[in-house]
Nanobody, 120 residues
Framework: QVQLAESGGGLVQAGGSLRLSCVAS????????MGWYRQAPGKQRELVATRTSAGITNYGDSVKGRFTISRDNAKNTVYLQMNSLKPEDTAVYYCSADVDDGTWKKKVYWGQGTQVTVSS
């Protein structure tokens, strides 16, 4: 089993910044990719950003140029630096990890989510 622990959410004014962190623990051989999704009230969950262990990134169109994903592979940790935040960024942010436990089986794990609220 794998657990994901997220931190760093909160309330911020428009134009401000927040940094999210997510640490994966448990039976882990490798994680590819690892990243963030978000879900606003009444909307579907959407991609924010993911990053492979090799450094390949994928960003949702609405956050390109404002958010930056980084990763510490040795610590099984992924970060999301969010700058120039907008009210429409308000959502629950979920950490996601596609984990290989070393038995050639991969499974996607999700964190419990952390609330990000951007006031106008």
């Amino acid at each position: 089993q794998v657990q994901l622990a997220e931190s760093g959410g909160g309330l911020v004014q428009a134009g401000g910044s927040l940094r999210l962190s997510c640490v994966a623990s448990g039976s882990i051989f490798s994680i590819n990719p690892m990243g963030w999704y978000r879900q606003a009230p009444g909307k579907q969950r959407e991609l924010v950003a993911t990053r492979t262990s090799a450094g390949i990134t994928n960003y949702g169109d609405s956050v390109k140029g404002r958010f930056t994903i980084s990763r510490d592979n040795a610590k099984n940790t992924v970060y999301l630096q969010m700058n120039s935040l907008k009210p429409e960024d308000t959502a629950v942010y979920y950490c996601s990890a596609d984990v290989d436990d070393g038995t050639w089986k991969k499974k996607v794990y999700w964190g419990q989510g952390t609330q990000v609220t951007v006031s106008s």
